[in-house]
Structures are given as structure tokens and as C-alpha cells.
């Protein structure tokens, strides 16, 4: 089962048998649970048309029916990067996890519910311990009404709905795992978050029931309207960049279409690395053996050939490890990474337009004359309502930066670990193979009469 | 480069031997259309035993490739006990896709050159082949080698396709030891095809996956421009990741030397089977022969005591439509008597001959499996250097990446 919480320290490993979620996780005798539909599939299908890598491997085989093992064993080290926060985790008094997926049919659909814990010291919680089920359109409507009462925050990415590339079948246990663990992030990350952690919706969210929180989503503006924000918002982007903007705002933007550049590129190439990764350890399963085969039909050689042959087999032992640490790690940050890209540029066109109203107002008062004292208040509260929206987004952009900092450093430190690990693992191998054959030999003859 | 000296008795000198150059050539080929081939240059140097240090003038001739093809043809049919040294192949094969099947390809001219060279070396110190003059002369005589191997008549003797094939079915009792031989041949041929298909795919993939590394070297360099403090750690991580996915080049590069020197004893392989035939071949011949004189001797004794133990039309016939006066049957037992002596002393000259191949054939047959058995430890004790030494770049770059990664 999860790790509870977020601790200071490495979280406790899950009991044997069992990484986080890996297979799905025991789910209580008795509760309605359907056979998750569909064999694993990749997650995230490449495109074609990847101009921006050169494609060096003529048989790509995109269709394969990969066989991707969720069992994976997840180090320690990996959990600490992956709930790791800029946060001091000395004052944190909010732990949440997310796990537990579980399927629920009823008579018009089928979805997944997971279980939300959360444990805090905090006051204004009734009770310091809150277990929850929530599905996903409960964190789409958390993640929309933070939006709404914090235009220019930077809200954390949810994951996606669906992956349209690829044939994967909603319910894949790879699926509902990458899913689970985005979830768990999301959460974490609001709750580190110095103001969103505070937010009433949030707090709601958190800890009440099913029935409490389908009427509490019944108030407040409708979707409809939540939607025409951001229509308003991309609208008046669309029109023209806003006359006004300061020069950190521009700045911001300019930097935040390079990065989202980067970024996706980034996302795309360590997917390829993945699949490059796999057909290689699909090659080398085949590889070692043969070697074996043919230690049966030899006397005098028949001890190196099997030398080899384990070697091959470690080697893709091996393999297999870097290809896991690659889909823990890595991956799922830079396609967080790209998910906050879009965030950004959200947040940015949202802040535009607060001032776009201002400016407008602005400009409506130096056409009419009438109706001053009238125009004067609203532009006035205007005037607070961007200075307010400047100074959140400056804050949390600082913060944003310095996260992404951190999360980049862990992820690519990590990955070349990783990489070292493998050439470690691959070079004692060998090298005791080694040590086994120059032992066996006598002193070489003169080797004059051989080429 | 590798050189050899060997001993040619009826030489008496030691003899340094290289291919050394390759060089493309346009020719009239037989049918008078213009060709493209390659010539590659042999370079002997006698080399005086006392004195080491001292070196005579290099002699040199170009051969192309079917020249070796005459060569080994010639020895093949001259040797047929010894395991003849296999040629580089014709036409690449096992490819992997960064690798050129062109003929014409550097790359491959140059593998093959080594290839020849390494032909010459094996049949330059096999105790047998080294005397032989014809191959003397091609290491040494340019002009009219052809001519003076065609001379000898050598493809005259060789044998049928067909008879081998027929020898190779009705064979009733070939040596043990030449039959398992033969299943050993067939075993180690269809093995080393596989690894090296294998092989072939596995560097494929090992180069994807290090190529495409190489394109974050690009992508970190164009971020580094937009990061404050990020900017140098990532700059010289990618910069790490360029050298990364450089290296597989090399790598894979002395990997095909390792598939050639497998793809010798693949085609070693037909050359033992080759002497296996000729075994079976000359088994057949005999066994025929021996049935020949037991059948000559039969009808002798059947006609000198006039029964018939066996069934014989003509036998038949001779009871039922007259018989033969005694002066037609004394002929006849003559000549027969005459032709069961003779065929007595080809079955023994047979049966020596026979006995002689197979003592020597196995002689050498042993000599080839211990050459075999180091050859192939050696080569693979060098693929797990290879391996290692991938190993210790692999973890040279990422130690030097995963420092700069910390910096940022």
C-alpha cells in the first residue's frame, strides 16, 4: 500500500511483492470491482513525423503489441524524487496520497474512484485524519475552481483525460497507474503550493463525502460560464498582445515559448530513448541464448560460450532496470513539465486580460466624458484587481522557476545515475567473465603462425 | 597489419606476406563489357633468418578476388584431405542498416582486404598448403599464373556435383567419425548464421539508442540560451551527450571485426563438409568396387562348377536356349579370372588409398579443431574486451553528465 503521506525522509518501502500500485494493489474482498479491461499498452504513442529527431533505426515497428511489465520495482531513491518538494518538509501539517483505483459500473458508465488520504495538525480541519473516493472529474472540477478564484496562480497540471495517440485501452493498469501517481502529485503540489494550500474548495475537497461534495459542486458558477473565462481570456489574447504589458510579462512569454518548445522536444526524444531501449532488450533476449545453443554442440569452447551467454543475460537484466528508471523518473516529469508549459501560457493570456479590461475601461473614459466619478471607482478597482494579479503571478512564477529548477537537476541527475548504474552492472559482468577465461588459459603459444 | 613469416621448403626462405593496398579498376571482362572491380595488392619480402633486422626489397602484384576464387579452387581439388581455408565472402551479408551491402563500399573493400590477407596467412602456415608451388607462384609469378594453374588440369579432376551426391545417399558404411563430423559442420553453420543475424540487429538497436541521445546535446544547448543558472550545467550536459552518441561508431566498427572472424569458421564449416564428401565419395567408390569383384567372383564359380546359386537371366537363357560348348566357357572364366585379379589389387590399392585419406584427413581435422577452439576463445575473450571497454566510456560520459546535470 502507499507510503502514508508525505514524510521528511524516504517513505517506507511497500511491503514485499509489490511496488507502489504496481499490480493493482488488494482491493477490499467484496467491493464491487470489475476486471480492468485491456491488455497493457504504451502509453503514448510517437509520431511519425518526428522532424525534430533524426530517425536513425529504419524498422520501427510503432504497432508492436509491447509486452510493458507495471510490475516494476521502484527504489527508494526514485520515491524521494518523485514526491520531492522545494518545500521545507519540517513544516508541512497537510500529507496526502492518492492510491487504491478502483472500477465502478453502473448502469450508464464505467469509471475509477481513488482513495484520497489526507492527514493534518491543521486547525480549521475538524479531525486530523480524512479518507475520501474521488474520480477524476472531481480533480478536473478541483483544478477549475482554483483557476477561478486564482486566475494568474500557476495550478498544477492534471493528467491528461485521455492519451489519443496509440491504442490504449482506458482502463490499462499502465494507465490507471501513470494516472494515479499525476494525481497524487497534483494534490501534493497544491498543498505545498502558500496559497492554493489554503483555498476553501480545496479543503472540500479533501474531506468531504460523496454526497457533500456532489451538492457543493452544484453551487457557484456553472461550467458554462468557467469555460467563457478562458474563451474571454484566449479571445482577447487572439485580438493582439496587450499594449501594456510590462517587460517582465513579456519577458515571461518569450521565455515560456522557448521552454514549451524545449520542453516538448525534450518529452518526445526521451520516449524514443525508451523504445530504442526496448527493441535493443527485445534483440538481446534472443542474443544470449543462441549462445547457449551452441555450448551444446562444442567440448573445448563449451564453458565460454555459456560465459557469454550469462553475460548477454545480465546485460539485459539490466537493461530492463534502465528502461524502468527511465519510465519512473524522467519521463513523467518532463511530460509534467509540458503540461505546466501550457499552464503558463494559460496563466499568462488570463493576466493580459485582466489588464486588457483595465485598459479598455481606460480608454472608454478618455472617449466619454460623461459618467467620470462612475468610471473613476471601476478603474480603480481595476487598477488593485491587476496589481494584485501582477504581483501573484510574479510571486508564484519565482516559485514556479525555482521548482522547475529542482525537478530538472533531480530528474537528469537521476537519469545519468541511472545510466551509470546500468554500464556498472554491464561492466562486472564482463569483467568477471573475464577474470574466468585468462584464469583457464595456459601461457598463450608463440602466436606466430596464427593470423 | 599483420605479417607472417613462413618456411617454404623448397624455397628455403622465410617470407613476410601482406594484402596491403585495395584499388578500384575498370576492365573488359570476358564478354568484352566494361567492369568495375577491385585489385588488391600482395606484398611479399623474403625475410633472412640471421639477421632479422635486415630486410629485402618488397616484391608486389595485384590479384582481384577471382584470382583467390582460382586459388582456392585449385587447392580444393589438390587437397581434398585438408580443410581448405575459407575466402571473405563475396557479397556482404549480415548487414545491419548503417552498413553498405555495395561491393564497392570502402568499408566493406577494406574488411575484405584484411579477409584475403587473412587467407593467405592460414593457407601460408598450414604445414601442407605452404609447399605448394602453385601458391607460391601466386604470392610471387603476376604474369601467366592462370595459365599455369589451368595447366595442371586440376578441374578435370574435381568431382561431380552429382556423383558426390549420389555418394553421399548410397554410402553404406562411411566412417563414424566423418558422419558426425558432418552433423557438427551443419550445426556450427546454422548457429553462427543465427548469432550473427542476431548480432546484426542487436547493433542496430545499440545505435539507436546512443544516436538518439545525441539529440539532447542539441536541444539542452538551444535551452541553456534561455536559463539563467540552469544555462552552464546544461550546455556542457549536452556537450556529454554529443560525445555520448559519437562513440557508438567505433564501437560498432571493431564489433565487425569480431562478426568476421565468426564468419570465418561459418564458411569453415563447407570446408568440412567438403572433406567429408570426398570421404564419402571415396567410401562409395570402394564399396561399389568391392561388390563388383564379389559379383565377378560369383559368376566365375558358378560358370567353373555349373550351378547357379543365384538367379541370373543370362545364366537362363544359356539352360534353356543351348548351351555354351566348353571352349566359349573356359574363355569366359579367363577373362573373368583376369578381371577379379585386377579388380583384387584395385580394392587394394583402393582400400590403402582410402585408409591413408582418412588417416590424414583426421590429421588435419584435428589440427583445424584446435585452431578452431583458440581461434574462437580468442574471439570471444576480444568481444568481452570490446564489451568492457564500451562499459568504462559509458560510464566516463555519464559520470561527466551527471556532474554537470548537479550544477544546474
Not at chain 1, 470491482?33 to 497493457?40: D, E, F, K, Q, V
Not at chain 1, 524514443?272 to 534472443?286: G, L, P, S, T
Not at chain 2, 546484426?200 to 545499440?206: E, F, G, M, P, Y
Amino acid at each position: 500500500m502507499e507510503a502514508e503521506g508525505r514524510v521528511p525522509g524516504p517513505p517506507p518501502l511497500p511491503p514485499a511483492g509489490g511496488g507502489i500500485g504496481a499490480e493493482l494493489p488488494a482491493i477490499p474482498p467484496g467491493a464491487a470491482r470489475a476486471p480492468l479491461l485491456g491488455a497493457p499498452a504504451e502509453v503514448l504513442e510517437l509520431d511519425d513525423e518526428e522532424d525534430d529527431l533524426e530517425v536513425f533505426s529504419k524498422d520501427t515497428s510503432l504497432a508492436e503489441a509491447n509486452s510493458f511489465s507495471p510490475s516494476m520495482t521502484i527504489s527508494p531513491s526514485s520515491m524521494i524524487n518523485q514526491y520531492k518538494f522545494e518545500d521545507e518538509p519540517e513544516l508541512r501539517d497537510l500529507f496526502i496520497t492518492v492510491d487504491d483505483p478502483e472500477s465502478h459500473i453502473t448502469a450508464i458508465e464505467t469509471f475509477i474512484t481513488y482513495r484520497v488520504i489526507t492527514k493534518t495538525s491543521r486547525g480549521e480541519f475538524d479531525s486530523c485524519e480524512y479518507e475520501v473516493r474521488r474520480r477524476y472529474q472531481d480533480f478536473l472540477w478541483l483544478k477549475s475552481k482554483l483557476e477561478e478564484a486564482h486566475p494568474t496562480l500557476i495550478i498544477p497540471p492534471l493528467p491528461e483525460k485521455f492519451i489519443m495517440k496509440g491504442m490504449v485501452e482506458r482502463f490499462s493498469d499502465e494507465f490507471i497507474e501513470t494516472r494515479r501517481k499525476a494525481l497524487h502529485k497534483f494534490l501534493n503540489r497544491i498543498a505545498d503550493h502558500p496559497t492554493l494550500t489554503f483555498n476553501e474548495d480545496f479543503k472540500i475537497f479533501l474531506t468531504a463525502q460523496a454526497w457533500e461534495l456532489s451538492s457543493h459542486k452544484k453551487q457557484g458558477p456553472g461550467l458554462l460560464s468557467r469555460m467563457g473565462q478562458t474563451v474571454r481570456a484566449v479571445a482577447s489574447s487572439v485580438r493582439g498582445g496587450v499594449k501594456n504589458r510590462p517587460e517582465m510579462f513579456t519577458e515571461m512569454n518569450d521565455y515560456m515559448e522557448t521552454f514549451s518548445q524545449k520542453i516538448n522536444v525534450l518529452d518526445k526524444i526521451a520516449h524514443r530513448i525508451y523504445k530504442e531501449e526496448r527493441e535493443y532488450f527485445n534483440e538481446m533476449k534472443e542474443y544470449g541464448p543462441i549462445h547457449t545453443l551452441w555450448s551444446a554442440s562444442e567440448e573445448d569452447i563449451a564453458d565460454s560460450l555459456k560465459g557469454v551467454a550469462s553475460c548477454i543475460d545480465k546485460c539485459c537484466k539490466a537493461t530492463e532496470k534502465r528502461m524502468a528508471g527511465l519510465s519512473e523518473n524522467l519521463l513523467p516529469i518532463l511530460h509534467e513539465y509540458v503540461l505546466y508549459s501550457e499552464i503558463l501560457m494559460g496563466v499568462l493570456k488570463r493576466r493580459d486580460h485582466i489588464q486588457s479590461e483595465l485598459d479598455s475601461k481606460i480608454d472608454a473614459l478618455a472617449n466619454k466624458k460623461a459618467d467620470k466619478d462612475l468610471f473613476s471607482e471601476e478603474i480603480g478597482k481595476l487598477e488593485d484587481k491587476v496589481e494584485c494579479a501582477n504581483n501573484a503571478l510574479k510571486a508564484d512564477w519565482d516559485r514556479w522557476k525555482q521548482n522547475m529548477q529542482c525537478d530538472m537537476r533531480s530528474a537528469f541527475t537521476n537519469m545519468a545515475d541511472n545510466n551509470l548504474h546500468y554500464y556498472e552492472e554491464c561492466l562486472a559482468t564482463w569483467e568477471s567473465f573475464l577474470a574466468s577465461q585468462t584464469v583457464d588459459c595456459h601461457g598463450e603459444e608463440d602466436s606466430e603462425d596464427r593470423p | 597489419k599483420r605479417k607472417i613469416n613462413f618456411w617454404m621448403k623448397n624455397v628455403s626462405k622465410k617470407m613476410e606476406i601482406t594484402v596491403s593496398e585495395a584499388e578500384k579498376r575498370t576492365g573488359r571482362n570476358a564478354m568484352n563489357m566494361q567492369e568495375t572491380y577491385t585489385a588488391y595488392l600482395i606484398e611479399t619480402r623474403a625475410v633472412e633468418s640471421q639477421n632479422e633486422g635486415q630486410c629485402s626489397p618488397v616484391d608486389s602484384l595485384w590479384r582481384r578476388y577471382s584470382e583467390f576464387e582460382l586459388l582456392r579452387n585449385y587447392l580444393l581439388v589438390t587437397y581434398p584431405h585438408i580443410v581448405v581455408p575459407p575466402l571473405p565472402e563475396k557479397r556482404a551479408d549480415f548487414v545491419w542498416h548503417k552498413l553498405s551491402a555495395d561491393n564497392m563500399d570502402p568499408d566493406f573493400v577494406e574488411r575484405r582486404r584484411i579477409g584475403l590477407e587473412n587467407f593467405l596467412l592460414r593457407v601460408a602456415s598450414h604445414p601442407v598448403l605452404c609447399q605448394d608451388k602453385i601458391f607460391y607462384s601466386f604470392l610471387t609469378q603476376e604474369g601467366g599464373w592462370k595459365e599455369m594453374v589451368n595447366e595442371t588440369g586440376f578441374q578435370l579432376k574435381a568431382d561431380s556435383r552429382l556423383k558426390a551426391l549420389n555418394a553421399t545417399f548410397r554410402v553404406k558404411n562411411p566412417d563414424k567419425r566423418f558422419t558426425e563430423l558432418k552433423h557438427y559442420s551443419d550445426e556450427l553453420q546454422s548457429v553462427i548464421s543465427h548469432l550473427l543475424r542476431v548480432r546484426a540487429r542487436v547493433a542496430d538497436r545499440l545505435y539507436g539508442v546512443y544516436k538518439v541521445h545525441g539529440n539532447y546535446g542539441r536541444v539542452f544547448s538551444e535551452w541553456s540560451a534561455i536559463e539563467k543558472e540552469m544555462g552552464d550545467g546544461l550546455q556542457s550536459a549536452g556537450h556529454h551527450m554529443d560525445v555520448y552518441a559519437a562513440s557508438i561508431d567505433d564501437i560498432l566498427e571493431e564489433e565487425e571485426h569480431y562478426a568476421d572472424q565468426l564468419k570465418e569458421y561459418l564458411f569453415y564449416a563447407e570446408a568440412l563438409r567438403a572433406v567429408c564428401r570426398k570421404h564419402e565419395l571415396m567410401q562409395y567408390d570402394l564399396e561399389m568396387a568391392a561388390q563388383d569383384l564379389t559379383s565377378k567372383k560369383q559368376q566365375c564359380e558358378e560358370l567353373a562348377t555349373g550351378t547357379m546359386r543365384t538367379f541370373s537371366l543370362k545364366g537362363m537363357t544359356s539352360k534353356l536356349f543351348g548351351q555354351e560348348t566348353p571352349e566359349q566357357r573356359e574363355a569366359k572364366i579367363k577373362i573373368l579370372e583376369e578381371q577379379i585379379q585386377e579388380g583384387e589389387e584395385q580394392l587394394k590399392s583402393k582400400n590403402l588409398e582410402g585408409r591413408d585419406f582418412v588417416k590424414s584427413a583426421w590429421a588435419d581435422i584435428e589440427r583445424f579443431k584446435e585452431q578452431k577452439n583458440r581461434d574462437l576463445k580468442e574471439a570471444l575473450i576480444s568481444y568481452a574486451v570490446m564489451q568492457i571497454s564500451m562499459c568504462k566510456k559509458g560510464i566516463q560520459v555519464w559520470t561527466n553528465a551527471k556532474e554537470c546535470f548537479s550544477k544546474m
